[in-house]
């Protein structure tokens, strides 16, 4: 009997459900990545993100040859796509791990009856995109929890099922087309310092982060300067790794960095969750504020020199310019712009939910489209009216000025935390950094603005 195993967000060998079932269960598989146009149609097929995807599944490719087996990869209609192998490789069964977005539902659902149709089976297999499932952790009166801190409560009691060893060989059924694998240097628009990606990348990384970066999470992580979290998105993001056997390395290590470093982890199955219950929340507002962002020629220029690092105030530029610099920005950072664009400047949140996916090596559904409202006040945070001052937040989180003067090079000459607030400079000095803009908006007028428009809440 042969299997076909779909891979989709979950590009990896090592802990990998659906692969083990398919295995146990047939003579042989066949390991299929199909790019799926729906995706690319709607917008999702940014170039950061390309490179990324294509080092996954060359990396994938190569650690199925190195088993005696390949990678099949197919384009166009997933549903059709699937089908037609299936059909090549004459197989009973399809494996495919559980996805939370609504596209993704739609498609399970109409490759379930697409398959069923032609006499095949699907299984859908949870806890490979994520540590438990969407539905495992629900409170008594809904369908999701609606914040992080009941919900973690009861997602840190729950068991994680093990992890699994990467199978040692795989047989793929010979005389099946593959179509060329994208290459990173086809691609145009690449952000210049974008991370590599793939499982052994991947790997190592855990291992470096989990010897020695963990350790001093709990304190560090907010150090915008100090660039000390995992960077391990962009590898959670294409399933290069198991958010499982993440968490069993990390909690093996043991110690209040390695608890504040699976915390994070549980936020990212606690967005999943509300968006695998709420689909319609990724382009719409998950709590309704009756907010009437501003529109206009006056806020399309903030939008700009926001999107551009030309704000005015310098960790917000700085944060902007890192995220066009290397696809990636600090939590700090995306918690300051995301604010800075949605309080202060009073823009929807959907205009930099977009610029965060055009961009973002991580970019990802769940993850971003939960994170912007949480941050604008629609979503599930708990104080929507809180504003995080620009200032205030820089003297906190880059005391010394460092994370600015490296993304904001016109400014490098200011010393000290001097350098977040160039405007206070007297006339003579402040002409000296005459490429930086003056602030866009005084942060009390933002404030005020904000205010009087929620005010109406
Ligand atoms: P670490 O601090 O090392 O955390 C480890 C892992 O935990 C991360 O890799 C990530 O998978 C998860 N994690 C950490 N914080 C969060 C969080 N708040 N929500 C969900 N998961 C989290 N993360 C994405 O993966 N994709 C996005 O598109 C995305 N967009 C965001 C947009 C905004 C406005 C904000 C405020 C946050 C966003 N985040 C997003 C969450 C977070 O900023 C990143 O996951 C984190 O900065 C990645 O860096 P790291 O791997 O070094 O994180």
Not at 276 to 290: C, E, H, I, K
Request: proline letters at 5%; charged letters at 25%; a positive charge.
């Amino acid at each position: 009997t042969t299997s076909v195993v779909l891979f989709t967000r979950d590009l990896r060998l090592h802990d990998h459900p659906p692969l083990r079932a398919a295995l146990n269960g047939s003579d042989a598989v066949v390991p299929l990545f199909v790019r799926d146009r729906a995706v690319d149609t709607a917008g999702f097929a940014a170039p950061n993100r390309l490179a990324l995807l294509s080092d996954c599944l060359r990396d994938l490719d190569a650690g199925l040859r190195e088993r005696g087996g390949r990678l099949i990869v197919r384009s166009g209609d997933l549903v059709a796509q699937v089908c037609a192998v299936a059909a090549e490789a004459e197989a009973d069964e399809v494996h495919v791990a559980a996805d939370v977005s609504g596209h993704a539902h739609r498609r399970e659902e109409a490759l379930r009856s697409a398959l069923e149709a032609r006499g095949r089976r699907l299984h859908v297999h949870d806890a490979v995109t994520t540590v438990l499932a969407p539905g495992a952790v629900t409170p008594a009166s809904s369908d999701h929890f609606a914040v992080f801190t009941p919900y973690f409560r009861r997602w840190a009691e729950c068991s994680v099922r093990d992890a699994l060893a990467a199978p040692r060989k795989v047989r793929v059924p010979d005389g099946l087309r593959s179509e060329p694998l994208p290459a990173r240097e086809d691609l145009a628009g690449l952000s210049p310092g974008l991370a590599r990606g793939g499982e052994r990348e991947a790997r190592k990384r855990v291992s470096a982060w989990l010897r020695g970066g963990v350790t001093g999470y709990a304190d560090r992580h907010d150090d915008l300067a100090g660039d000390a979290t995992s960077r391990l998105s962009p590898h959670l993001h294409f399933g290069a790794l198991s958010p499982v056997e993440l968490v069993h390395r990390a909690r093996r290590g043991g110690g209040p960095g390695a608890e504040a470093f699976v915390r994070q982890l549980a936020w990212r199955d606690f967005h999943a969750q509300v968006l695998s219950a709420r689909p319609r929340s990724s382009a719409a507002d998950y709590r309704t504020r009756r907010d009437r962002w501003r529109t206009g020629a006056a806020a399309e220029a903030d939008v700009a020199a926001w999107k551009d690092g030309r704000t005015g105030y310098p960790i917000v530029d700085a944060a902007m310019r890192q995220l066009r610099h290397e696809g990636w920005m600090h939590n700090r950072g995306r918690l300051l712009v995301a604010s800075f664009l949605t309080k202060t400047l009073y823009v929807d949140w959907r205009i930099g939910a977009r610029h965060f996916l055009d961009l973002l090596a991580d970019g990802d559904v769940a993850n971003n489209q939960m994170n912007w409202q949480w941050t604008a006040g629609t979503g599930t945070d708990t104080r929507p009216h809180r504003v995080l001052n620009p200032t205030t937040q820089a003297r906190r989180f880059d005391p010394d000025g460092v994370y600015v003067r490296r993304w904001v090079p016109e400014l490098a000459g200011l010393q000290g935390r001097s350098v977040h607030e160039p405007w206070r400079l007297p006339e003579a000095e402040r002409s000296a950094y005459g490429a930086y803009p003056d602030p866009i908006v005084g942060l009390a007028e933002g404030l005020d603005r904000f205010k009087r428009a929620r005010g109406r809440d």
